[in-house]
């Protein structure tokens, strides 16, 4: 750096942007972040970070920042005071909640708040509002993974740690491109010196990440869950099981092998594709090494079967014994850069501190830590999103408080869905950056963001990570903490009741140790200290465990059902629900690329990033390609039966199988969310955007 823009101090802080949770420092020249660069010392990335991490400072300065707050005034949305936009929202709220009862106002959230603020957000929602309709943008990418965890294990919670990736023989990726999209887990990957290390990527596209593999498996889409079923039907028929672990740490056994008959190898081979040597030998590796680990993402979770598909890969680490050592475990990588701290906080799949809905003893414990009245919390969950977005369409629901997300992006069947929110009475964009769905609120509340504010992330790994501020908010944007106690104060009673003497987010901090407590994910013995002294601690952090756990389900952590043995599930594959026609014979698999985040709102003003991923391309395989007559550079159409999307640059590669194509959905320019389908996870309320039946055009524009 030179000595020009070399910045005055460096602040110790953790990025923003997925769930790898990156250790690093935001650099600060004259009150302005001018730099980031990887922090040495942590565990997480030592010292690397990935194109989005090194330029987060930009983010930060982007010319798409919300200065003021804002209210539409005669069409137009203008700045406002916070007196006025808070006003505005508080009676509009209270009229319709007098009116049409208390759940007519729904809150959708996000995975990028800190741990303080989904905390805060969740309590000023549920006991404050008194509406349970709230969910977050996580139901779009980790709900499966919650449920499966939740029915197989008996409560939320990643396994194990980014250091198994390191111990393990046998590594199965699967529906998980992570070179893209949590670049800096490879590093951990790459560590394993192993003498037998494998890495077996389990994936219908050859992504980036089947470079680094041993052993690629070109599954055919949405079949894993029959691929799964099938090698624990090889397992148990070969006499493989580990019948000890089974015996003493399961139940369903009896119930499961009976229900394999139906998933023989052959009939696996014909559903997936994978020939019946292969499946064997897949097998085999489960239990022929000591050490196997199977990590997933959106491949598994964006699906219809999302949480069943989770369930059957656990049941093959509890029918091998490979969990709760060092290099196995069923492993579930985030999203965001938060997700967990709204699985854990939230109130969304649960109260706070993974205690279920409907657990009168929890319920109890909890209203009795915070000092509320326990008849004012929920009962039930609410609404899941895309409930609440139907609950919108019916009228039953008429205000929609929405908090750094962008449905307009990132939602399925846009036409739908916009044609929906205009039914609102009242839309709020709670964000730090004027994204499509900003643009189309009644008011704006001007957020501040990442650098600016001060709490916790936590990462994939369970590893709560310090968060600190750099620089000053943007204009007269609050810190998402500061927003929500200050709305508070325009409810009667409300802030005096559940954020007594609450002015930092310490305070709310505080109060999390206190209600995690106990639970499986214990913060008790975090302190914002230890987290800058340590570089991040992996709950549970308690009297037993002073630094923090590196996996669940050891001999000192049980399973969290309630005869502490996990379930062995039965569980039925289904086929593709919208299944390819004629008409629309090509099926599309959407995803993410390495230089861009999510809607972009974040990234689509960096320079770099923008120069690297401008727009939208479609990877077409070789003989699609052939018959539509396209080669790579040239602009072509996709159409499904919710829209059409125009002037997509064509991609020629192998990488894509025969029949299908991938398109990443970061882009508003070619909105490829036109096409997906309303269709979701029964159980996680997860959609499933992996597959659509669409009809390609080798025309760019009708
Ligand atoms: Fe940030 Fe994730 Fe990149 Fe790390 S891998 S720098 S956490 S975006």
């Known amino acids: 750096i030179s000595d020009e823009k070399k910045p005055d101090k460096w602040i110790f802080s953790t990025c923003g942007y997925c769930g790898v949770g990156c250790g690093l420092y935001i650099g600060v020249k004259d009150g302005k ?23 987060e400072h930009q983010m930060i300065n982007s010319p798409h920042r919300i200065a003021t707050p804002m209210i539409r005034k005669d069409g137009e949305l203008q700045s406002a005071s916070w007196e006025e936009a808070f006003g505005k929202v508080s009676s509009e709220f209270k009229r319709i909640q007098k009116e049409h009862g208390n759940k007519a106002v729904a809150v959708i959230g996000t995975g990028q708040f800190l741990t303080e603020e989904f905390y805060t957000l969740g309590k000023f929602v549920q006991l404050g509002l008194r509406t349970n309709n709230y969910d977050g943008n996580t ?12 029915q197989s294990l008996g409560s939320d919670g990643p396994v194990g740690s980014y250091e198994d990736f390191e111990k393990a023989d046998t590594i199965f990726l699967i529906g998980a491109n992570i070179a893209d999209n949590h670049p800096i887990l490879t590093l951990h990957i790459n560590k394993n010196k192993r003498e037998k290390k494998k890495v077996i990527v389990i994936d219908p596209r050859a992504s980036k990440t089947s470079q680094m593999a ?29 019948e000890g672990y089974i015996a003493a740490n399961t139940t369903g056994i009896k119930e499961l092998r009976k229900h394999l008959q139906n998933y023989p190898p052959q009939e696996v081979a014909n559903i997936t594709g994978i020939d019946v040597k292969t499946l064997y030998e897949l097998a085999r590796e489960f239990v022929s090494q000591e050490r196997v680990l199977s990590a997933w993402t959106m491949g598994v979770n964006q699906s219809f079967m999302g949480t069943d598909t989770v369930s059957s890969i656990i049941n093959l680490h509890l029918l091998t014994g490979h969990i709760g050592r060092e290099g196995t475990g069923p492993f579930s990588i985030t999203g965001q850069c938060n997700a967990m701290g709204t699985r854990e906080t939230g109130f969304t799949s649960s109260l706070p501190g993974y205690r279920n809905f409907g657990d009168e003893k929890a319920l109890k414990e909890y209203a009795s830590i915070v000092n509320v009245p326990e008849e004012i919390i929920p ?75 001060e709490g916790v992330y936590t990462n994939s790994e369970r590893r709560c990570n310090k968060a600190n501020k750099a620089v000053e908010p943007y204009g007269e944007s609050k810190s998402d903490f500061d927003i929500i106690l200050e709305f508070s104060k325009y409810f009667e009673g409300v802030n005096e009741m559940f954020f007594p003497n609450w002015h930092e987010p310490r305070d709310a901090f505080e109060e999390w140790r206190k209600v995690s407590k ?33 996996r669940l389900y050891t001999e000192d952590i049980p399973f969290r059902t309630v ?11 289904h086929p593709m629900l919208e299944p390819v026609s ?34 939208a391309w479609v990877d077409v395989n070789p003989s699609d390609a052939k018959k539509l007559q396209v080669k790579s550079g040239d602009r072509m159409s996709l159409s499904s039966p919710r829209g059409r ?58």
Request: hydrophobic share 40%.
């Open 33 to 55: 972040a001018v730099y980031t660069k990887g922090n040495p010392k942590h565990f997480v990335n030592q010292g690397t970070l990935c194109p989005k991490g090194l330029s």
């Open 139 to 150: 139901t779009l990418c980790m709900a499966s993974a919650v449920m499966g965890y939740k």
């Open 214 to 242: 041993d052993v690629y498996i070109p599954v055919k889409p949405r079949t894993d869950l029959a691929l799964f079923n099938g090698l624990a039907y090889i397992i148990l028929e070969q006499g493989w099981e580990n």
């Open 379 to 453: 009962r039930e969950r609410g609404y899941k999103y895309a409930e609440i977005i139907d609950a919108i369409d019916r009228g039953e629901i008429k205000a929609l408080w929405i908090t750094a997300t962008n449905p307009l992006v990132s939602f399925v069947n846009q036409k739908k869905l916009r044609k929906i929110l205009a039914k609102l009475d009242l839309l709020v964009a709670q964000d730090a950056f004027l994204g499509d769905t900003a643009q189309i609120a009644d008011v704006i509340f001007a957020a501040a963001t990442w650098g600016e504010k």
């Open 518 to 550: 106990g639970q499986l994910c214990d913060y008790s013995g975090i302190t914002y200290e230890l987290l800058e002294e340590h570089g991040g601690i992996q709950w549970p952090c308690n009297e037993q465990f002073p630094l923090g756990s590196k």
């Open 563 to 573: 005869d502490k043995k996990a379930k062995l599930l039965s569980l039925e594959w």
């Open 582 to 615: 004629p008409e629309f014979p090509v099926i599309l698999n959407t995803g993410r690329t390495v230089e861009q985040w999510h809607t972009r709102t974040k990234t689509r003003s960096i320079e770099i990033l923008d120069n690297l991923a401008p727009e």
């Open 645 to 702: 999307v125009d002037n997509v640059i064509v991609r020629v590669t192998g990488s894509v199988r025969q029949g299908t194509v991938f398109v990443p959905f970061h882009f508003n320019e070619q909105l490829v969310n036109t096409l997906t389908q309303d269709s979701f996870c029964p159980k996680s309320g997860e959609p499933n955007f992996k597959q659509t039946a669409i009809q390609l055009h080798s025309e760019a524009v009708p």
